[in-house]
């Protein structure tokens, strides 16, 4: 879950029907004079250019959307993953902070001040922002809050509540890719060998598989007795990912 998983439907919420910014060009089509309509168009721009990684253009358009409209909540959102990516950790609590005062329920800034709590160690806080943000019934994607939810559960140490969490945005999103490498992880660990197989194997059926992935599979074909497949995973490690820690742990018969 890196930029796109961030980034979630800021671009939608800052979307408007009146204009289209143009991300190759850096001009906008149709900006009115209103200051909200002024600030929604450069936070969708400054989105853009998060969403392929230019940092440093995207803070200028936030400077021209907060200079607009000093209280439009998306704007201070949108600052806070660009921060976060910038690794300027109390630059971005203090514009997610500000994003969530001007609109406490908006669950894409719950969401993505969650995932900033939790990547800086404050997972118990994490949680209660992901559980605000599916509290809200408007919320397109409640599922990606559960499968938040879960992963910083499982950083917290807390087994038990992540299953569920996991288990939840599958019922809503069956093929969530964190939740089903997770969950399978889980299972593997509880001996659920069939139900783990299932799992990662819609994972590698959805997703290109990872080290991660192939890792978890092989084990659980081992732990199954099929050594032919976990021969063919065990290949498919090495040829893939032959850098990877798993390969590395493939090499050293270490397993659990």
């Known amino acids: 879950m890196r930029r796109a998983a961030l980034l ?8 408007g029907p ?8 850096g001009q906008i089509v ?41 209280n439009y909540p998306p704007a201070h959102g949108m600052l806070g993953l660009v921060y976060m990516e910038l690794r300027e950790n109390q630059l971005a609590e203090q514009s997610f902070d500000k994003a969530l005062r001007l609109s406490p329920s908006d669950p894409d800034i719950n969401h993505n001040y969650g995932w900033f709590l939790c990547n800086t160690s404050r997972e118990k806080e994490s949680i209660k922002l992901f559980v605000q943000a599916i509290r809200n019934p408007l919320y397109a994607t409640p599922y990606r809050s559960y499968s938040a939810a879960g ?14 969490f996991f288990q939840r945005a599958l019922k809503l999103e069956p093929d969530d890719g964190p939740s089903l490498i997770n969950l399978g992880e ?71």
Request: aromatic share 6%; net charge positive.
């Open 151 to 164: 992963v910083c559960s499982l950083k917290g140490g807390n087994t038990k509540d992540a299953e569920e």
């Open 30 to 70: 149709g900006e009115m004079g209103d200051p909200r309509n002024r600030a929604r168009v450069h936070t969708d721009l400054a989105a853009a250019y998060y969403e392929r990684g230019s940092m440093a253009i995207a803070l200028e358009e936030l400077r021209i959307a907060t200079a607009a409209d000093a």
């Open 186 to 256: 889980i299972r593997y660990r509880q001996g659920q060998m069939a139900e783990a197989r299932r799992l990662v194997s819609r994972y590698n059926k959805l997703i290109t598989p990872t080290a991660e992935s192939l890792w978890l599979a092989l084990r659980v074909e081992r732990r199954l007795g099929e050594r032919v497949a976990e021969q063919s995973l065990g290949n498919q490690l090495r040829r893939r990912y032959p850098n990877s820690p798993e390969y590395r742990a493939l090499q050293r018969g270490l397993y659990d």
């Open 8 to 15: 979630l439907l800021l671009l939608a919420g800052c979307a």
């Open 18 to 25: 009146s204009t289209e910014p143009s991300v190759e060009t």
